[in-house]
């Protein structure tokens, strides 16, 4: 948890706490959007993937231990947050019902209810974007590039049965972004 706490630091004075779940494949543009979120409303972003390095030491194998250990942390870690009156981006593919279902309990616990965006840019866009990805992947089952991460992760993806945002014109990230700042601002009673 020490770990997980030096990167991710209060953003602001106490407030109303707010919380965003950015849902999408690799590609889809969902740190870049939680950065300017982040930026915006001045909120803390639990970022998997930088979370993943840090806890992690030597090659991740994105196995269900892990995975668990990861998540785990990154939910406790976000309840503080949200307990210290904070804005949090969680940014992970929320992939499959058991990464989503902790948060949702979370906001519950808080009397909150979570601004859900699934990102889900046309699949030429999350490829180009991929492609040109550095750095690499550490090699996991066979996966090689971002493109591999892409095909592997797409099968598993669950359906998001909570009602949510879904954007998928990359070039309306602006109006996107100001929209859902507007709605993060509303919940927690903050303006943007």
């Not at 939910?75 to 804005?87: M, P, Y």
């Not at 949090?88 to 209810?113: H, M, Y």
């Not at 493109?147 to 909570?162: A, K, S």
């Amino acid at each position: 948890m020490e770990i997980v706490r030096s990167l991710s630091q209060s953003a602001r004075e106490p407030g109303s706490p707010g919380l965003l779940i950015l849902y999408g494949l690799p590609g889809s543009g969902k740190s870049y959007f939680g950065e300017l979120v982040a930026e915006r409303c001045r909120a803390v972003i639990l970022n998997i993937d930088r979370h993943r390095r840090a806890i992690v030491h030597g090659i991740p194998r994105y196995d269900g231990p892990e995975n668990k250990r990861v998540f785990d942390a990154l939910d406790r870690r976000a309840e503080e947050l949200l307990d210290q009156g904070q804005v949090v981006v969680f940014d992970s593919s929320a992939l499959r019902e058991w990464i989503r279902s902790p948060l949702e309990k979370i906001a519950s616990d808080r009397g909150l209810t979570p601004v859900r965006v699934h990102l889900d840019p046309p699949e030429d866009v999350i490829f180009a974007r991929l492609r040109n990805r550095r750095p690499a992947p550490d090699p996991v089952d066979g996966v090689k590039t971002w493109l591999d991460v892409y095909d592997w992760m797409r099968p598993g993806w669950q359906p998001i049965l909570e009602p949510h945002r879904r954007f998928d014109n990359p070039e309306a990230v602006d109006a996107d972004v100001a929209a859902i700042c507007r709605e993060l601002c509303e919940d927690t009673g903050r303006s943007a």
